[in-house]
């Protein structure tokens, strides 16, 4: 079944550890976000990519980086956590005209 | 700078009313707009797609309506249940990305009562 995985679902780490959060998607879409969404409030776009090879920042400034080695595969990474990076955060794909937009479940983090 | 804005912010019903969600956007050059429906601590999920060429797009108890010209669209429920309770999306394409984005309301959350 086509679908989009995140992992892990939450997260609790200290401060200054390196994390990944891992998303992958088996829809065969070119175009991947990542969104962070604090509870109650509204998304904000991190970072996307076009595709493999491609990475662009969002509308909200992040510390994370992201990369797009695999079309499948969209990890994002912080390499040193802060309890600021307190949020969730939601991956996304879809068509290259925003089609078929599907979210994952979303990995939940806290830093302590 | 696309902006989209969401009236109300929250809704409280009894199970059975029929209920509309508004949404408005300043950038009216847009090619589709979406809704999506996301349940406590979860992701979205899409419900209803309608391109800039549509007026409405129907699935279910859901009609969504499309005005490109005035900047706005609404959300019509039905019947409203319990099982509606969640938090309503609308997103359109994002100008700040040469529309390969979509920008996102706030939502609505809805509270159904049995």
Known sequence: EADIYQTPRYLVIGTGKKITLECSQTMGHDKMYWYQQD???ELHLIHYSYGVN???KGDLSSESTVSR???EHFPLTLESARPSHTSQYLCASSDPSLYGYTFGSGTRLTVV | KQEVTQIPAA???PEGE???????FTDSAIYNLQWFRQDPGKGLTSLLLIQSSQREQTSGRLNASLDKSSGRSTLYIAASQPGDSATYL???PSSNSGYSTLTFGKGTMLLVSP
Do not use: F, H, Q
């Not at chain 2, 029929?18 to 408005?24: M, T």
């Open chain 1, 39 to 41: 509870p109650g409030m």
């Open chain 1, 54 to 56: 491609s990475t662009e």
């Open chain 1, 69 to 71: 080695i695999r079309t």
């Open chain 2, 11 to 13: 809704l409280s019903v």
């Open chain 2, 18 to 24: 029929n209920l509309v969600l508004n949404c408005s």
């Open chain 2, 90 to 92: 609308c997103a359109v």
